[in-house]
């Protein structure tokens, strides 16, 4: 017995792992180019990425956006179409800081890169507004919940934040590094501290 597989997850398969499908045909992409490989290395690096099926999963959000606004570009453009979905997504995209207010055209969004996503994921902005000594620091610190956005801890490196909530970035209200309980490594020291000075109290 054969077992039968949906069309579409065997693309997004094959597009996460550097792969086309053109009609019947599996195509390559130049699976071992170094040029990308190397790319992919420096993205994981500077970005504090676990693997590279964290830069796929961003490569493969930007070219569905990409072709979206490819599609809406061969529209007229007075189209209902192209003007109700287009806006929309150039509002989604100013939401969330990918795309500048000053730039709400489709063609900009054909100019879009993935470092412009990976600049608003969460552990990127923790890094950025020096709650983390590093990058690496920013995922440990969300992974252990010690962030919050706004009232909601998170505890997903790749988040992404939006530019009202942004401001709203801190440490959890129950997180040591807030004003939470202390950690085992500092209550152990005040236990220490407290019980030196006990036996000074009964000399003098």
């Given at each position: 017995m054969t077992t039968r597989?949906?069309?579409s997850s065997l693309n997004n398969?094959?597009?996460l792992v550097g792969c086309k499908v053109q009609g019947n045909d599996l195509s390559k992409w130049r699976p071992y180019e170094k040029a990308r490989l190397d790319q992919?290395?420096?993205i994981i690096g500077e970005y504090g990425l676990r693997n590279k099926?964290?830069?796929w999963r961003v490569k493969y959000t930007l070219a569905k956006i990409r072709k979206a606004a490819r599609e809406l570009l061969t529209l007229e453009e007075k189209d209902p179409k192209r003007l109700f979905e287009g806006n929309a997504l150039l509002r989604r995209l100013v939401r969330i800081g990918v795309l500048d207010e000053g730039h709400m055209k489709l063609d900009y969004v054909l100019g879009l890169k993935i470092e412009d996503f990976l600049e608003r994921r969460l552990q990127t902005q923790v890094f950025k507004l020096g709650l983390a000594k590093s990058i690496h620091h920013a995922r440990v610190l969300i992974r252990q919940r010690h962030i919050r956005v706004r009232k909601q801890v998170v505890n997903i490196p790749s988040f992404i934040v939006r530019l009202?909530?942004?401001k709203h970035i801190d440490f959890s209200l129950k997180s040591p590094f807030g004003s939470g309980r202390?950690?085992?490594v500092k209550r152990k020291n005040l236990r220490k501290g407290s019980a030196g000075a006990a036996p000074e109290e009964?000399?003098?």
């Amino acid at each position: 017995m054969t077992t039968r597989v949906r069309r579409s997850s065997l693309n997004n398969h094959f597009l996460l792992v550097g792969c086309k499908v053109q009609g019947n045909d599996l195509s390559k992409w130049r699976p071992y180019e170094k040029a990308r490989l190397d790319q992919e290395l420096r993205i994981i690096g500077e970005y504090g990425l676990r693997n590279k099926r964290e830069v796929w999963r961003v490569k493969y959000t930007l070219a569905k956006i990409r072709k979206a606004a490819r599609e809406l570009l061969t529209l007229e453009e007075k189209d209902p179409k192209r003007l109700f979905e287009g806006n929309a997504l150039l509002r989604r995209l100013v939401r969330i800081g990918v795309l500048d207010e000053g730039h709400m055209k489709l063609d900009y969004v054909l100019g879009l890169k993935i470092e412009d996503f990976l600049e608003r994921r969460l552990q990127t902005q923790v890094f950025k507004l020096g709650l983390a000594k590093s990058i690496h620091h920013a995922r440990v610190l969300i992974r252990q919940r010690h962030i919050r956005v706004r009232k909601q801890v998170v505890n997903i490196p790749s988040f992404i934040v939006r530019l009202d909530s942004q401001k709203h970035i801190d440490f959890s209200l129950k997180s040591p590094f807030g004003s939470g309980r202390p950690g085992r490594v500092k209550r152990k020291n005040l236990r220490k501290g407290s019980a030196g000075a006990a036996p000074e109290e009964e000399e003098d």
